[in-house]
C-alpha cells in the first residue's frame, strides 16, 4: 500500500490548480490577442445590427418590444441562477460567461447566422420550390447556420482565455451562455415579428403567446444544443485538462444539429394533426433533456476530480471531513447523503452552512494558486467557526 | 488517505509565480500579436465571411423563376386567395392546394413584374375595413418615420369580384407610387400593397386592381 504524504497532495492540488485554471482571472482587454479584436469586431456589428432593428420598430411596436426585452430579462437572470446552481465546481469567471452570452446575442445572432439563414432559405426555394422550402428549409438550415455560428464563438473564447477554457465542462457551461444570449435575441426578434402579425394592433395580446411559448421550448431549445455543441467541440480539439477524443466530439456536435433539425421540422413530421404536433414536440424535449443530463454527468467529473485534488490537503489537514471532502466534490446525491446523515433539523441546517464555507474555502484557495494567504487563512477559520456553531463577528 | 505524521506539518506551498493575462512568450509573438490566437480568428472570420458574404451574394446571383400560369391561384392562411397576373413572378407564396405538410398556408405572398411589386399578407383583425387601414397606415408611419412612401388622398372603397367591400388609399414616395388596400373578412384582415416606378403604365396598374379584386376568402359565403 502507498502512503500519500502531504506534500503528494499539495503537489496534486498544484497540477489540478494549473490544470483546471479554476479562480484565474479573466482579463477583456487583451489587445495583443487576435482574438480579442476579433471578438470586438464581430459583436460589435451584431450589436449595431440588432440595435438598428430594435431602433427603426421601436415606434411601431414599442409595447411587445418592452414586453418582450422585460420578460426574457428575467429568463436569463433565473438561467443565470440555475447556471449557478448546477455549477458547484471549477468555477468559470463571470466576467467570461458575460462575453459568452454576449456572443450569442449578438455576434452569432445579426453578424452571422441571420444573414445565412434569409440566403439559404431563399435559395432552397429557388432550387426546390416554395413548398418544399416551407416544409424542409428551416430544419435544413438553422441547425448548420445557428449552431456552427454559436460554436465558433467557443473557438473564439478558447484563444481568447486559453487558460480558463480548460474542459469539456467548461464549453458546456460558456455553450449554454451562448445558446442562452442566442435564444434571448432571437426571442426579442421573434416577439418583435408576432407583434406586426396583426398589422401592428393587439401587440401584446398577438406577442405575449411567442414569448411564453420560447420561454417553455427555451430550455430544451438554443440553451440546450449549445451547451452539447461546446461540450463536444471542446473533445474534439482536447484541452490541457481534457485528453482528445474526436469521436465522442463528432457526436457532441452531431447531436445538437440533429435535435435542432428535428424540432425545427416537427410541424412538417406532424402534419396538420394537433395532437400528433404536441406529441413529438414533447417527444423531442424529452429526448433533448435526457441528452443533456447525460453530457453533464459525462463532463461533469473532470471537474469534481479537480476539486477533490483542490480540497484533498484540506481534508488532510483536519479543516474539513472526509465526508464533508466526498460531499462537495460529489453530485448532488453525495450531498443530499451528507446532510442527511445529521439527525436534527439544526445539524442539517448547520452541515449545509459547513458545505458552502468549505466551498468558499475552495474558491479563495484557488484565486490563490493554493498559497496559504490571509483570505485562505479566513475561510478556513469560518469553515471552523461554523462547525463550532459560533456567530459570526462581521 | 494521508500520513498522519505529515499531516501535523501545515505549512502550504508559497504561491507560484503565473504571468499576466496580457503576456505573450517572445517566441510565441508575430508583429506584436500572440500568433497562437491568429488561426482560430482567422477560422471564425471565414465561417462569419460566408455566411455575411458568401451566402448572400450566391443567393443574390442565382435567378428565380417561377411564373404564374394562366389559372393559377395564391393561397395564404386563414383560406384567404387572389389570383396572380399571368406572366408575373411568384417571389413568395404558395399556390392553392399545394399547402404545406403542416396544412398551414403562409401568411404572406408576393409576386413582382419589373420593378412592380405587388403583396398580399394576412392576419387576425377586429374592426372594418377603414379601421384596418387606418392601423396599416398608423403602423407604416411609425416603421417608415416619414421616410419611404406615405399615403396620399382619401380613402376610398374597393369592392372585390366576391362582393366583398374593402378601403383603398394611394400611397407616394420619391419616384414610387402604389396602392394598398384593406379587408376584412370575419375576423381576418387583408393588405394589399402594390408599388413601383411612380410613371408605372395603366397596363400595369390595371392588372394590380385586377388582382386586388381577385382576392376572396374560400368559404367567406357560408359565414
Same mark, same amino acid.
Given at each position: /500500500?502507498?502512503?500519500?504524504?502531504?506534500?503528494?497532495?499539495?503537489?496534486?492540488?498544484?497540477?489540478?490548480?494549473?490544470?483546471?485554471?479554476?479562480?484565474?482571472?479573466?482579463?477583456?482587454?487583451?489587445?495583443?490577442?487576435?482574438?480579442?479584436?476579433?471578438?470586438?469586431?464581430?459583436?460589435?456589428?451584431?450589436?449595431?445590427?440588432?440595435?438598428?432593428?430594435?431602433?427603426?420598430?421601436?415606434?411601431?411596436?414599442?409595447?411587445?418590444?418592452?414586453?418582450?426585452?422585460?420578460?426574457?430579462?428575467?429568463? #436569463?437572470?433565473?438561467?443565470? +441562477?440555475?447556471?449557478?446552481?448546477?455549477?458547484?465546481?471549477?468555477?468559470?469567471?463571470?466576467?467570461?460567461?458575460?462575453?459568452?452570452?454576449? +456572443?450569442?446575442?449578438?455576434?452569432?445572432?445579426?453578424?452571422? #447566422?441571420?444573414?445565412?439563414?434569409?440566403?439559404?432559405?431563399?435559395?432552397?426555394?429557388?432550387?426546390?420550390?416554395?413548398?418544399?422550402?416551407?416544409? +424542409?428549409?428551416?430544419?435544413?438550415?438553422?441547425?448548420?447556420?445557428?449552431?456552427?455560428?454559436?460554436?465558433?464563438?467557443?473557438?473564439?473564447?478558447?484563444?481568447?482565455?486559453?487558460?480558463?477554457? &480548460?474542459?469539456?465542462?467548461?464549453?458546456?457551461?460558456?455553450? #449554454?451562455?451562448?445558446?442562452?444570449?442566442?435564444?434571448?435575441?432571437?426571442?426579442?426578434?421573434?416577439? /418583435?415579428?408576432?407583434?406586426?402579425?396583426?398589422?401592428?394592433?393587439?401587440?401584446?395580446?398577438?406577442?405575449?403567446?411567442?414569448?411564453?411559448?420560447?420561454?417553455?421550448?427555451?430550455?430544451?431549445?438554443?440553451?440546450?444544443?449549445?451547451?452539447?455543441?461546446?461540450?463536444?467541440?471542446?473533445?474534439?480539439?482536447?484541452?490541457?485538462?481534457?485528453?482528445?477524443?474526436?469521436?465522442?466530439?463528432?457526436?457532441?456536435?452531431?447531436?445538437?444539429?440533429?435535435?435542432?433539425?428535428?424540432?425545427?421540422?416537427?410541424?412538417?413530421?406532424?402534419?396538420?394533426?394537433?395532437?400528433?404536433?404536441?406529441?413529438?414536440?414533447?417527444?423531442?424535449?424529452?429526448?433533448?433533456?435526457?441528452?443533456?443530463?447525460?453530457?453533464?454527468?459525462?463532463?461533469?467529473?473532470?471537474?469534481?476530480?479537480?476539486?477533490?485534488?483542490?480540497?484533498?490537503?484540506?481534508?488532510?489537514?483536519?479543516?474539513?471531513?472526509?465526508?464533508?471532502?466526498?460531499?462537495?466534490?460529489?453530485? &448532488?446525491?453525495?450531498?443530499?447523503?451528507?446532510?442527511?446523515?445529521?439527525?436534527?433539523?439544526?445539524?442539517?441546517?448547520?452541515?449545509?452552512?459547513?458545505?458552502?464555507?468549505?466551498?468558499?474555502?475552495?474558491?479563495?484557495?484557488?484565486?490563490?494558486?493554493?498559497?496559504?494567504?490571509?483570505?485562505?487563512?479566513?475561510?478556513?477559520?469560518?469553515?471552523?467557526?461554523?462547525?463550532?456553531?459560533?456567530?459570526?463577528? +462581521? | /488517505?494521508?500520513?498522519?505524521?505529515?499531516?501535523?506539518?501545515?505549512?502550504?506551498?508559497?504561491?507560484?509565480?503565473?504571468?499576466?493575462? &496580457?503576456?505573450?512568450?517572445?517566441?510565441?509573438?508575430?508583429?506584436?500579436?500572440?500568433?497562437?490566437?491568429?488561426?482560430?480568428?482567422?477560422?471564425?472570420?471565414?465561417?462569419?465571411?460566408?455566411?455575411?458574404?458568401?451566402?448572400?451574394?450566391?443567393?443574390?446571383?442565382?435567378?428565380? %423563376?417561377?411564373?404564374?400560369?394562366?389559372?393559377?391561384?395564391?393561397?395564404?392562411?386563414?383560406?384567404?386567395?387572389?389570383?396572380?397576373?399571368?406572366?408575373?413572378?411568384?417571389?413568395?407564396?404558395?399556390?392553392?392546394?399545394?399547402?404545406?405538410?403542416?396544412?398551414?398556408?403562409?401568411?404572406?405572398?408576393?409576386?413582382?413584374?419589373?420593378?412592380?411589386?405587388?403583396?398580399?399578407?394576412?392576419?387576425?383583425?377586429?374592426?372594418?375595413?377603414?379601421?384596418?387601414?387606418?392601423?396599416?397606415?398608423?403602423?407604416?408611419?411609425?416603421?417608415?418615420?416619414?421616410?419611404?412612401?406615405?399615403?396620399?388622398?382619401?380613402?376610398?372603397?374597393?369592392?372585390?369580384?366576391?362582393?366583398?367591400?374593402?378601403?383603398?388609399?394611394?400611397?407616394?414616395?420619391? %419616384?414610387?407610387?402604389?396602392?394598398?388596400?384593406?379587408?376584412?373578412?370575419?375576423?381576418?384582415?387583408?393588405?394589399?400593397?402594390?408599388?413601383?416606378?411612380?410613371?408605372?403604365?395603366?397596363?400595369?396598374?390595371?392588372?394590380?386592381?385586377? /388582382?386586388?379584386?381577385?382576392?376572396?376568402?374560400?368559404?367567406?359565403?357560408?359565414?
Amino acid at each position: /500500500m502507498t502512503t500519500t504524504t502531504l506534500s503528494d497532495l499539495d503537489h496534486a492540488r498544484d497540477v489540478a490548480l494549473d490544470l483546471s485554471g479554476w479562480g484565474r482571472r479573466f482579463v477583456f482587454y487583451q489587445p495583443r490577442n487576435f482574438a480579442f479584436w476579433g471578438y470586438l469586431l464581430l459583436v460589435g456589428i451584431g450589436f449595431l445590427v440588432f440595435v438598428s432593428t430594435l431602433a427603426r420598430e421601436y415606434d411601431a411596436y414599442g409595447e411587445a418590444i418592452g414586453l418582450a426585452v422585460t420578460s426574457f430579462a428575467i429568463y #436569463a437572470g433565473l438561467f443565470w +441562477w440555475f447556471t449557478q446552481h448546477i455549477d458547484h465546481y471549477a468555477k468559470l469567471p463571470a466576467k467570461l460567461m458575460v462575453v459568452a452570452f454576449l +456572443w450569442g446575442g449578438f455576434a452569432a445572432t445579426g453578424a452571422m #447566422a441571420a444573414n445565412a439563414n434569409d440566403a439559404i432559405l431563399a435559395l432552397y426555394g429557388k432550387t426546390f420550390g416554395q413548398v418544399w422550402a416551407l416544409n +424542409w428549409g428551416p430544419g435544413l438550415a438553422a441547425p448548420f447556420t445557428e449552431e456552427w455560428a454559436k460554436g465558433s464563438g467557443l473557438l473564439l473564447l478558447i484563444a481568447f482565455a486559453p487558460r480558463h477554457v &480548460r474542459t469539456a465542462f467548461d464549453g458546456f457551461i460558456l455553450g #449554454a451562455f451562448i445558446g442562452l444570449g442566442f435564444q434571448i435575441v432571437e426571442d426579442i426578434t421573434y416577439a /418583435m415579428t408576432s407583434a406586426g402579425t396583426q398589422f401592428g394592433a393587439n401587440q401584446v395580446g398577438a406577442s405575449i403567446g411567442t414569448i411564453a411559448l420560447r420561454m417553455v421550448s427555451g430550455v430544451a431549445a438554443h440553451i440546450l444544443y449549445s451547451a452539447i455543441f461546446g461540450a463536444g467541440l471542446i473533445y474534439l480539439l482536447g484541452r490541457p485538462a481534457e485528453p482528445r477524443k474526436v469521436g465522442r466530439g463528432l457526436l457532441l456536435i452531431a447531436i445538437p444539429m440533429l435535435l435542432h433539425g428535428t424540432w425545427d421540422s416537427v410541424g412538417t413530421v406532424a402534419g396538420p394533426s394537433t395532437l400528433k404536433l404536441f406529441g413529438l414536440l414533447i417527444a423531442t424535449i424529452v429526448v433533448a433533456l435526457a441528452i443533456v443530463v447525460r453530457v453533464y454527468k459525462l463532463t461533469v467529473k473532470r471537474e469534481q476530480d479537480f476539486v477533490r485534488d483542490v480540497m484533498a490537503p484540506e481534508e488532510a489537514r483536519n479543516v474539513i471531513t472526509a465526508a464533508e471532502l466526498d460531499a462537495i466534490a460529489g453530485n &448532488r446525491k453525495a450531498r443530499k447523503a451528507y446532510l442527511k446523515a445529521s439527525r436534527k433539523r439544526s445539524e442539517r441546517k448547520r452541515a449545509r452552512y459547513v458545505l458552502n464555507a468549505a466551498y468558499a474555502l475552495g474558491d479563495e484557495l484557488a484565486a490563490a494558486r493554493g498559497a496559504d494567504t490571509d483570505r485562505v487563512r479566513f475561510a478556513r477559520a469560518e469553515v471552523a467557526r461554523i462547525r463550532a456553531g459560533v456567530p459570526s463577528p +462581521w | /488517505m494521508a500520513d498522519p505524521e505529515t499531516s501535523m506539518v501545515s505549512v502550504a506551498p508559497p504561491p507560484r509565480f503565473e504571468p499576466d493575462e &496580457r503576456w505573450v512568450p517572445a517566441d510565441e509573438r508575430w508583429f506584436g500579436l500572440d500568433r497562437r490566437t491568429i488561426r482560430p480568428t482567422l477560422a471564425v472570420f471565414a465561417l462569419a465571411f460566408v455566411m455575411s458574404v458568401v451566402l448572400p451574394v450566391v443567393n443574390a446571383k442565382v435567378p428565380y %423563376h417561377d411564373i404564374v400560369k394562366a389559372g393559377d391561384v395564391l393561397q395564404l392562411e386563414g383560406d384567404v386567395t387572389f389570383v396572380p397576373e399571368p406572366g408575373w413572378g411568384i417571389i413568395s407564396g404558395v399556390r392553392a392546394g399545394h399547402a404545406p405538410l403542416s396544412g398551414q398556408y403562409p401568411a404572406t405572398a408576393t409576386v413582382e413584374k419589373g420593378a412592380v411589386k405587388f403583396t398580399v399578407h394576412t392576419g387576425q383583425f377586429h374592426g372594418d375595413a377603414n379601421q384596418l387601414l387606418d392601423q396599416i397606415e398608423t403602423t407604416s408611419e411609425a416603421l417608415n418615420r416619414g421616410r419611404g412612401v406615405h399615403v396620399t388622398g382619401v380613402p376610398t372603397t374597393i369592392v372585390t369580384d366576391q362582393g366583398k367591400q374593402g378601403a383603398r388609399v394611394l400611397v407616394t414616395g420619391p %419616384h414610387t407610387a402604389g396602392i394598398i388596400a384593406a379587408f376584412v373578412f370575419g375576423e381576418r384582415g387583408v393588405e394589399a400593397v402594390a408599388t413601383g416606378p411612380s410613371d408605372v403604365g395603366a397596363e400595369a396598374t390595371a392588372a394590380v386592381l385586377r /388582382m386586388i379584386r381577385s382576392i376572396s376568402q374560400t368559404g367567406e359565403g357560408k359565414r
